[in-house]
C-alpha cells in the first residue's frame, strides 16, 4: 500500500514541481485528512521537508503542501525520550515543529533520511539529539526499504535477551 501511495503522490505533487520524493512518513493528526511528512530533492539539489494534506474529493486522491520547510534551515532534530517507544519528535528551524510520526520506527526512519539527504547535499552540523544512535547510524543494513524491519527485529531480540534473563534462576 505505502508504496502505491508513494507512487501516486509522486505523480500528483512531487513530480509536477520537478522535486524527487525520497521518504514520507504517516503522522498521527486529530483531522479526518491524513498528513505525510516528506522529504524531496529538487532539480536544483536542494532538500524541501514538506508537510503533505492527503484528502479524497470523489473518487480521486489529492495532495497539497500544508507546510514546508528547507533542510539548509534545520537546527536540531530532537527525538524526545529515546528510551521509551515515543513516535514525538520535533525539527527545530527558526520556530519548533511538533511531529507524531504513526510509529516509532518510521520516525527513526524519517531522521536516518534527513541524516542520509544532509550528508548528500547540504553538509552542514546537524544537531541530532535523544535518538538511539544504534538505530540512527548509517550502515550497511539501514536503508529506507528495510530500516523498520530491522528497527523491529532488534527491539524483539532485546526483548527475548530480556525475557531468557528474568527466566533465569538467580545465584
Same mark, same amino acid.
Given at each position: 500500500?505505502?508504496?502505491? #501511495?508513494?507512487?501516486?503522490? /509522486?505523480?500528483?505533487?512531487?513530480?509536477?514541481?520537478?522535486?524527487?520524493?525520497?521518504?514520507?512518513?504517516?503522522? /498521527?493528526?486529530?483531522?479526518?485528512?491524513? &498528513?505525510?511528512?516528506?522529504?524531496?530533492?529538487?532539480?536544483?539539489?536542494?532538500?524541501?521537508?514538506?508537510?503533505?494534506?492527503?484528502?479524497?474529493?470523489?473518487?480521486?486522491?489529492?495532495?497539497?503542501?500544508?507546510?514546508?520547510?528547507?533542510?539548509?534551515?534545520?537546527?536540531?532534530?530532537?527525538?524526545?525520550?529515546?528510551?521509551?517507544?515515543?513516535?514525538?519528535?520535533?525539527?527545530?528551524?527558526?520556530?519548533?515543529?511538533?511531529?507524531?510520526?504513526?510509529?516509532?520506527?518510521? /520516525?527513526?526512519? &524519517?531522521?536516518?533520511?534527513?541524516?542520509? #539527504?544532509?550528508?548528500?547535499?547540504?553538509?552542514?552540523?546537524?544537531?541530532?539529539?535523544?535518538?538511539?544512535?544504534?538505530?540512527?547510524?548509517?550502515?550497511?543494513?539501514?536503508?529506507?526499504?528495510?530500516?523498520?524491519?530491522?528497527?523491529?527485529?532488534?527491539?524483539?531480540?532485546?526483548?527475548?535477551?530480556?525475557?531468557?534473563?528474568?527466566?533465569?534462576?538467580?545465584?
Amino acid at each position: 500500500m505505502s508504496s502505491l #501511495l508513494k507512487e501516486d503522490m /509522486k505523480k500528483k505533487l512531487f513530480k509536477p514541481q520537478g522535486h524527487t520524493l525520497y521518504e514520507f512518513i504517516e503522522t /498521527k493528526s486529530k483531522f479526518k485528512e491524513k &498528513f505525510y511528512l516528506c522529504t524531496s530533492v529538487t532539480k536544483e539539489d536542494e532538500v524541501h521537508i514538506s508537510l503533505v494534506k492527503h484528502y479524497r474529493v470523489c473518487l480521486d486522491e489529492k495532495y497539497e503542501v500544508a507546510e514546508m520547510w528547507l533542510l539548509k534551515d534545520l537546527v536540531c532534530i530532537d527525538g524526545k525520550e529515546p528510551e521509551t517507544d515515543n513516535p514525538h519528535f520535533d525539527m527545530k528551524f527558526d520556530e519548533v515543529c511538533n511531529v507524531e510520526a504513526y510509529s516509532c520506527a518510521s /520516525k527513526y526512519a &524519517f531522521a536516518r533520511s534527513l541524516i542520509k #539527504l544532509n550528508t548528500l547535499y547540504t553538509k552542514k552540523d546537524i544537531k541530532v539529539i535523544n535518538f538511539d544512535s544504534s538505530y540512527i547510524e548509517d550502515g550497511i543494513m539501514w536503508s529506507s526499504n528495510n530500516g523498520d524491519c530491522l528497527v523491529l527485529m532488534r527491539i524483539c531480540f532485546y526483548a527475548s535477551n530480556l525475557l531468557c534473563l528474568s527466566l533465569c534462576p538467580m545465584p
